[in-house]
């Protein structure tokens, strides 16, 4: 072949490849010149690692690590090196970290790179009582050797956010910290000009053992090759927490979300709290707590100001016996409600169908019956409007006289001053109804617990229409042995949460969250719940929390254990970037004969009690509970000083 029709060939290969080629691969510089992002490495798409968990301290967020599980916060080299094997001869490390504070002759790392089946570390950077230690690994050296390269007087267990700059050169080391005076370190080993990453891995805030694993938390780890990125960094005015490159998690959220989605990924705040006099509040201070003791109120400091977050104006002193309610039979749910320019309400879910269930009137201070509504084992009222319309709802568990499972909604008559049936609606064992409104339209939601010996039934929600003036079905949803609806809305968003109690042969199965998104409820998160009874949401400022109660742990096929009732409810959390409740706390539960009771402020005496209702009158607040095991409720004063 000649010599011009050598050279044609090679320009067809160059430009049809990109390049010459080596084997079977093209030759490109090791590495792009570009932030090679560490930490979004090991950050899963849609989620985070087993591991990682994401806090906010002064409004920057960072990756805390557990110590559990290492290995989980690995991944190959080969990810981020993809067109050789090689580490970089010259390059920059910066990281963004809050050290907590590390004990004496302790070592903690940042990150690590360390070969397949060798304990060395290739590349690694680690944190120590003011001291920073660099370490690489150097095959130029006779068998291999470890260099540390150490920067004395290095002092980041202060609790801030800092920005540190490590640039490599070969024998020369610098470490800038907050932009401050750069610390330069020459020493006798360069840095090797080819150090082979070939089946090697990086590890984060570890060295593949628990032993050393970083306290602290991780906002940046970045690797740009070729440069000093001190230039880089040092520009803005917030030099301690510039970002060159963070995972979308760490990032800061939009103002308005770009779809119609709870923003996805959990994070947790650091939470102090100052006792004493008051302390001063300024930006450093912003987001912390301060609790006086003396007027027994919390603070919240908002970067200039204490801002009052609950202040003890009132003390519940005592609670006493008020009046005995002596009802038709058992007592198995209460509601209480007022309507309009009439009075106050209570109607019991009386257990037998002969003599039913009964409403009162709050009256001259006390409850006297006041009407008397035929029902078949009542477990549950529900009060709701609908433009000026009046209704109540009961949940009937049992068949009528004709063997049929209805429930029935009354409808409040002005000119009778009663409750009239107004629709009968076919339910199965009906534990719970909820009522509640979405964009503008009126729904009605019952819980059916079984038919016959079938668990596994659908629940039903109804819509309302205005047409013919009644409940249509719009959706069912599966559940098992269902017991609660629980209805709630944050910010645009509408929840429904069921809980599910038995599924025919175990109490440990799962309740679902749902939420509304057009035009009907979709599954948004499962819990694993044990017995669920009941759910109730409450809110702390701007915090919004879901409380399960737990019956009981019950499974056909294990063996019984000695006490069924000893179990914990829990405490969820929604975290408003994690597009799911997480769990805030466990509380111990006990169930006895069939009825909850929580953790007790004051003690009452009660007899099976099974619901409570909280109401106030001019007169003062009171509480009324129905038992479940005797015709005979209480509505007891709270004394307050």
Same mark, same amino acid.
Request: net charge neutral; aromatic share 16%.
């Given at each position: 072949m000649s010599a011009p029709l050598l050279l044609w060939v090679i320009l067809l290969q160059w430009a049809a490849g990109g390049g010459f080629v080596r084997g079977s691969r093209t030759w490109q510089h090791c590495t792009d010149l570009r932030p090679l992002d560490i930490l979004s490495e090991v950050v899963p798409a849609?989620?985070?690692?087993?591991?990682?968990?994401?806090?906010?301290?002064?409004?920057?967020? *960072? %990756?805390?690590?557990?110590?559990?599980?290492?290995?989980?916060?690995c991944f190959p080299a080969s990810r981020l090196f993809i067109h050789c094997d090689r580490f970089p001869e010259e390059f920059s490390i910066i990281v963004t970290l809050r050290v907590l504070s590390v004990p004496a002759k302790r070592n903690e790392y940042i990150f690590t790179l360390m070969a397949?089946?060798?304990?060395?570390?290739?590349?690694?950077?680690?944190?120590?009582?003011?001291?920073?230690?660099?370490?690489?690994?150097?095959?130029?050296?006779? *068998?291999?050797?470890?260099?540390?390269?150490? +920067?004395?007087?290095?002092?980041?267990?202060?609790? !801030?956010?800092?920005?540190?700059?490590?640039?490599?050169?070969? /024998?020369?080391?610098?470490?800038?910290?907050?932009?401050?005076?750069?610390?330069d370190v020459l020493v006798e080993t360069p840095f090797p000009a080819s150090l082979s990453v070939k089946r090697a891995n990086f590890y984060l805030g570890n060295r593949r053992r628990r032993k050393g694993v970083f306290t602290g938390l991780l906002r940046q780890l970045v690797l740009l090759p070729g440069a000093d990125a001190t230039p880089r960094i040092c520009t803005p005015m917030n030099f301690k927490v510039v970002t060159l490159s963070v995972p979308s998690v760490l990032q800061d959220l939009p103002a308005n979300p770009a779809s119609n989605e709870v923003l996805k990924y959990p994070y947790e705040t650091d939470t102090k709290v100052t006792l004493g006099s008051r302390p001063p509040c300024t930006m450093q201070e912003k987001a912390q707590f301060w609790f006086n003791a003396s007027r027994k109120g919390l603070y919240l400091c908002n970067g200039s100001t204490w801002i009052s977050m609950l202040e003890?104006?009132?003390?519940?002193?005592?609670?006493?016996?008020? !009046?005995d309610l002596v009802t038709n039979s058992e007592t198995m749910g209460v509601e209480v409600f007022t309507i309009p320019k009439v009075g106050l309400f209570a109607a019991t879910a009386n257990r037998y169908t002969p003599p039913g269930s009964a409403i009162y009137k709050w009256t001259d201070g006390k409850f006297v019956p006041y009407q008397n509504i035929p029902t078949y084992q009542a477990q549950s009222w529900k009060y709701f409007t609908i433009g000026k319309k009046i209704f109540l709802a009961v949940a009937n568990f049992e068949q009528n006289d004709r063997g049929q499972e209805l429930s029935v909604i009354y409808k409040w008559s002005r000119r009778k001053e009663k409750f009239v049936p107004y629709q009968r609606i076919t339910t199965h064992s009906a534990r719970d109804w909820e009522a509640f409104v979405i964009e503008g339209e009126a729904f009605l939601a019952?819980?059916?617990?079984? #038919?016959?010996?079938?668990?596994?039934?659908?629940?039903?929600?109804?819509?309302?229409?205005?047409?013919?003036?009644?409940? #249509?079905?719009? /959706? =069912?949803?599966?559940?098992?042995?269902?017991?609660?609806?629980?209805?709630?809305?944050?910010?645009?968003?509408?929840?429904?949460?069921?809980a599910n109690t038995?599924?025919?042969?175990? =109490?440990?199965?799962?309740?679902?969250?749902?939420?509304?998104?057009?035009?009907? %409820? /979709?599954?948004?998160?499962?819990i694993l719940t044990f017995g669920a009874a009941d759910w109730e949401v409450f809110r702390i400022g701007d915090r919004v929390f879901l409380a399960v109660a737990n019956s009981h742990s019950?499974?056909?096929? $294990?063996?019984?254990?000695?006490? %069924?009732?000893?179990?914990?409810s829990s405490i969820? #959390?929604?975290?408003?970037?994690?597009? $799911? +409740?997480?769990?805030?706390?466990?509380?111990?539960?006990?169930?006895?004969?069939?009825?909850?009771?929580?953790?007790?402020?004051?003690?009452?005496?009660?007899?099976?009690?099974?619901?409570?209702?909280?109401?106030?009158?001019?007169? *003062?607040?009171?509480?009324?509970?129905?038992?479940?095991? #005797?015709?005979?409720?209480?509505?007891?004063?709270?004394?307050?000083?």
């Open positions: 849609g989620g985070l690692a087993h591991g990682m968990r994401v806090f906010q301290v002064q409004g920057v967020r *960072g %990756f805390q690590l557990a110590a559990s599980r290492p290995r989980a916060l397949e089946e060798s304990p060395s570390v290739l590349v690694g950077l680690r944190y120590a009582p003011d001291k920073l230690h660099f370490l690489f690994w150097s095959q130029e050296r006779a *068998g291999g050797w470890q260099t540390r390269v150490t +920067f004395p007087n290095v002092s980041l267990s202060d609790s !801030q956010w800092h920005t540190l700059v490590l640039a490599v050169s070969g /024998q020369s080391f610098s470490l800038t910290v907050d932009c401050s005076v750069p610390k003890v104006k009132q003390r519940l002193d005592y609670v006493e016996e008020y !009046q019952v819980v059916n617990h079984r #038919e016959g010996n079938n668990h596994n039934i659908d629940s039903v929600i109804y819509r309302w229409n205005p047409r013919t003036g009644l409940f #249509e079905t719009n /959706q =069912t949803i599966p559940t098992s042995g269902a017991y609660d609806w629980e209805f709630f809305t944050i910010g645009p968003y509408s929840f429904l949460a069921v038995f599924n025919g042969t175990s =109490t440990k199965i799962y309740s679902h969250i749902y939420i509304w998104l057009s035009g009907s %409820f /979709q599954l948004f998160q499962s019950y499974d056909s096929g $294990m063996p019984a254990p000695s006490n %069924f009732y000893a179990i914990n969820y #959390e929604l975290n408003v970037t994690a597009q $799911m +409740f997480v769990k805030f706390q466990d509380l111990l539960t006990y169930r006895w004969q069939g009825y909850e009771g929580f953790v007790a402020a004051h003690h009452l005496p009660t007899v099976g009690c099974r619901d409570w209702e909280a109401f106030h009158t001019t007169e *003062g607040s009171y509480l009324l509970y129905t038992s479940a095991k #005797e015709p005979l409720s209480k509505v007891l004063k709270l004394k307050t000083t």
